[in-house]
């Protein structure tokens, strides 16, 4: 193949819906953030393109997009997650209106790439294992095509390091990392799977080592998050790796502190527990999904059942880590209402943040829609749509009460073990631009409710266990935007409910079930 000649790229990062449960915004302010998270995905993909290519990156959750931009492009690249469809939609056409080259991909694009049928070209699948397709078309002058990769046998261990060259570092919370691939569960809302497949492939740690060398040379110091969809799905792997890891923290005096996502069966693992701790993660997303054991084995989330759900997660802050977890609420296979147990197991657990969602229908996120939250259940459900709706409000009423979430947050702090974590953040770390102190008081003034609680809450932390209230800060930091956001909820479900009780209602039509079976966004 003759050497590519020069093209210059416009990576575009859609916009997330406003609307969403995982919107931060008021957390990222409070430390002079834009936004959570990086778009890992698309640095990734500039990290594959020939070295000729020139490659700009603009976030629009970040930054504006501006008319210069568009005009400097040769192409636009962009894509992403289903929350992300609606603005992916839009930049479509706006590029197709100025007839620049689009081209889409993602996990969005993968799981439905009809809704991106106006684009000049789909990037279908991992992008390793196609991308020098693509760059061949282009090169040959096509300005249209479809391109899948294979599934599930893209070799990880020669994806290059992403471009973390093209961030701004301080407009994030937290930088993303990725160590492996697929998950080996089965849970049936779940589109990891179908998109990675079931065995995690791995990369080599000489590869993850040189990422993270990658952004210690560039400046980065603070929370870096490994983004994988299980990191303990390969448990060799990954125990193979802790060690070299701890390693490598000790040697750079701690720059970094990591958190991930992973099964709760983790929590058999007191070996593991131990490494994860030693190598400086700090928490942990947990998918649990519901409290009911007959609902776990039909949603096929063994993993959750025949185990104390609540001991598990006491066991995961006992190695100094604090827990988020997933819930929904839903299934075909509930009987009578879910609240009252779900409710009493996000307290038995003393789980501050649960994103609780409802099921819905995964192909379509219509701009104004909202996401799982707010969207309602757009499927044909089993159990009266009305209870459910119920059910969710008064999940939602009850865990974000300002009283039950700081009652959380004092049980939590009891039982964190954070002795051997380091108090000071390392220099450079963006959260460190706001002392603890002066984080509690902006915190304090921008509540919209329960000030002195949650002030009692801070003291009664500092009291019991000065070594959590980083920690604790933190979750508290959250509350800006889940306890606003879940009464905004509320008044959304309300709304539905009364459609429903007026005869305002239209139930959705009977969709073939392998477009109505729904998904979650978070396994």
């Not at 406003?18 to 002079?32: K, Q, R, T």
Request: proline content about 6%.
């Amino acid at each position: 193949m003759p050497a590519a000649t020069a093209c210059n790229v416009l990576m575009i990062y859609p916009r997330f819906m406003a609307d969403s449960f995982w919107n931060f915004s008021e957390a990222c302010e409070l430390v002079g953030a834009r936004y959570p998270a990086i778009p890992l995905g698309l640095i990734t993909v500039a990290s594959l393109l020939p070295k000729s290519w020139n490659v700009r990156l603009v976030n629009r959750n970040t930054e504006e997009l501006v008319e210069s931009d568009l005009a400097w492009a040769d192409m636009v690249m962009t894509g992403g997650m289903l929350f992300q469809q609606a603005d992916t939609l839009d930049l479509i056409e706006m590029c197709r209106a100025r007839g620049l080259p689009v081209a889409v991909g993602g996990p969005d694009v993968s799981s439905s790439p009809h809704r991106y049928a106006t684009a000049n070209f789909r990037v279908i699948g991992e992008a390793e294992g196609i991308l020098d397709k693509f760059i061949a078309t282009w090169e040959e002058g096509q300005r249209e095509g479809t391109f899948e990769a294979p599934k599930f046998q893209v070799d990880v261990t020669k994806t290059p390091i992403p471009r973390f060259d093209l961030l701004k570092f301080d407009q994030y919370l937290y930088i993303g990392v990725q160590f492996s691939r697929g998950c080996p569960f089965t849970c049936e809302f779940c589109d990891i799977i179908e998109l990675y497949g079931r065995k995690p492939r791995t990369k080599t740690h000489a590869q993850m080592l040189a990422e993270l060398e990658a952004l210690y040379q560039l400046g980065y110091r603070g929370h870096v998050d490994f983004v994988d969809d299980n990191l303990i799905g390969n448990k060799k792997a990954i125990k193979a790796f802790l060690p070299v890891l701890e390693n490598w923290i000790k040697e750079h005096d701690y720059p970094f502190e990591f958190t991930t996502e992973a099964s709760l069966n983790l929590a058999d693992d007191h070996e593991l527990l131990q490494m994860l701790r030693r190598s400086n993660f700090f928490a942990i997303f947990v998918g649990i999904e519901s409290p009911d054991e007959e609902t776990l084995a039909a949603a096929r989330k063994k993993q959750n059942t025949r185990r104390s759900i609540s001991e598990s997660v006491h066991k995961i802050y006992q190695a100094g880590m604090s827990v988020t977890a997933g819930f929904i609420v839903g299934f075909d296979t509930e009987k009578g209402s879910v609240a009252p147990p779900m409710i009493d197991l996000i307290e038995e657990a003393n789980i501050p943040i649960a994103m609780v969602g409802l099921h819905v229908d995964h192909d379509a996120a219509p701009a104004g829609k909202g996401d799982q939250c707010t969207a309602g259940v757009n499927y044909q459900t089993k159990r009266p749509r009305l209870d459910i709706l119920r059910d969710y409000r008064k999940i939602l009423e009850r865990v974000y009460d300002p009283d039950a979430f700081c009652g959380r947050l004092e049980r939590l702090a009891a039982m964190l073990d954070c002795s051997d974590r380091r108090k000071e953040l390392p220099k450079g770390d963006i959260r460190g631009r706001v002392s603890t102190i002066k984080l509690v008081h902006d915190l304090m003034a921008r509540l919209p409710e329960g000030r002195e609680r949650f002030w009692k809450a801070f003291t009664t932390c500092m009291s019991i266990n000065p070594s959590s209230v980083r920690g604790i800060v933190t979750l508290m930091a959250f509350y800006l935007h889940v306890g606003p956001y879940s009464r905004y909820v509320m008044k959304q479900i309300d709304r539905q409910i009364e459609d429903i009780e007026q005869g305002r209602f239209v139930a959705p039509k009977l969709l073939p079930p392998t477009e109505a079976e729904p998904i979650a966004v978070n396994a």
